[in-house]
Every structure is written in C-alpha cells, then in structure tokens.
C-alpha cells in the first residue's frame, strides 16, 4: 500500500512493532567455567556494544535518534533504550533533555521524553545449576509510528549475534485514514516473518510460523539445525573430549534448546 501512495488524512499513526528473543547457548563445565562464561558475555554484549547496535538499527530503518538511556548491570547483563523520531526534528521542537545519541564520557543516567517510537534491548545471561548449559538471552523491541518499518533491521539484528534459538513477534496495530476518510489497518503486504529474513539465514533453521492474519499479528520461531559441538565448547577443545562425552554434551546442548523452542518443558 505504500508504493500506491495513498494520499492520507492526516500522518500515518500506525504502530509497528518487531519483539524477538534471540537465544546462544553454551556448555560451561563448573560453577568457575559457568561464571567466567558470564563475564565473557556481559563484556561481549555490554551496554556500549548494543547502543551501537540500535543506532545502525535507527539508521537502517530511516529513523532519527531523539534519546539513549544504557545501563550495565551487577551481578550482570545490561539495557539501553534509544528513543527515535521518524523524520529528521527542527532544533526548536526538540526537548532539552534529549541528548541526541551523544553521550557523555562517563556512564550517566538519561530519563527524557517519548517522541513516537523506540528501540530497545535487555541481556539476560543465565546458567542450568545441575548440567552446565548456560543460556544467553537478548530481548530486542523495534516499535515505529508512520512509514518506516522495523523490519528492514531484522537481518541486521540476527546477525549481531550467536542465535540457536530465535523467537520474532511482528504486529501492526492502530489505523490510518485516506482523505475519504477509509480506514487502513497495515499499509505493507506481509505474509510471514520469514520472507522478511535471508534465504542463507533459513537454511540455518528450522522454522514455523503461527499467525494470525486477521489482527495483522505474526510469529516465527527458528531452531538451529546443526550443532557443531567446538562452537559451544567454553574454554575447552573438543579432542579433549571423549566421543561419548561428546554425544552426551551435545544432547544436553539438544535438549535444552527444543525446550527453549517449545516453550515447555519436556524432558
């Protein structure tokens, strides 16, 4: 519908919104591998690193940059939240408290306003207590108001990290109005998530969707299909092993992620 470029009533109100879980696990041996496993991850995945992955989100999806609150946190994981406008702003209707993405030297705290849109992230690193998996977890949200769509970064975000296991919620909610006054409640064709997602990434993944067309709201899930055993070793060579510890960690590894993936537990 936008490439027909329908003359509208007003701006474009609709709400876009891109939720996913990306999911890396990993076999740490022990309290000390599982705690150092951790850290490797809050220093990989710090609060610095992910603002830099929203603001190429932000530019990607032709947005501009209002607001970033980050914040690193103990024992570990961190947030940052970027709040951004559609369309560039004149100076003068800018809050005074939005930094504008520049941010000072030392770590500080931000609270400003809202314009219509945001992007935000949450790292949730964790560890089974009993059979040494440790599980990474991102939450990501894309959320735009008017033309822009959040799904232009969706392969961007993916690739930003190790994935086994990925969760994409994609809704559009609200209408809009032509200048005759009929309601449009999507202004993009879609059909699924996937075909928003490369054809070399789907290769990688078992995927199904579950959606429910009427009330624009679409789901897809993904599955890592092979799991080369050294890719989720942590700290330890995979000769070291022997073939039938290699077997029983990669069926730990398995079993932990068909329960991410189901959402249940099963075993």
Known sequence: MENKKITLYGFNNLTKTLSFNIYDVCYAKGQKEQKDYIEYIDEQYNSERLTKILCDVTEMIGARVLNISKQDYEPQGASVNVLIAEK???KDSIDPSCNLGRLPDAPEMIHAHLDKSHVTVHTFPEYHPDNSISTFRVDIDVSTCGTISPLNALNYLIASFDSDIITIDYRVRGFTRDVLGKKFFIDHDIT??????????????????????????FHTKLLIKEIDLQNYLFKKDVYELTPKQRLDITDSLRREMIEIYSGMNIY
């Open 192 to 217: 699924s998530i996937q075909d928003y997602i490369d054809d070399s990434t789907l290769t990688k993944y078992d995927a199904i969707d579950v959606n429910v067309y009427q009330s624009n709201i």
């Open 88 to 90: 560039e702003l004149d």
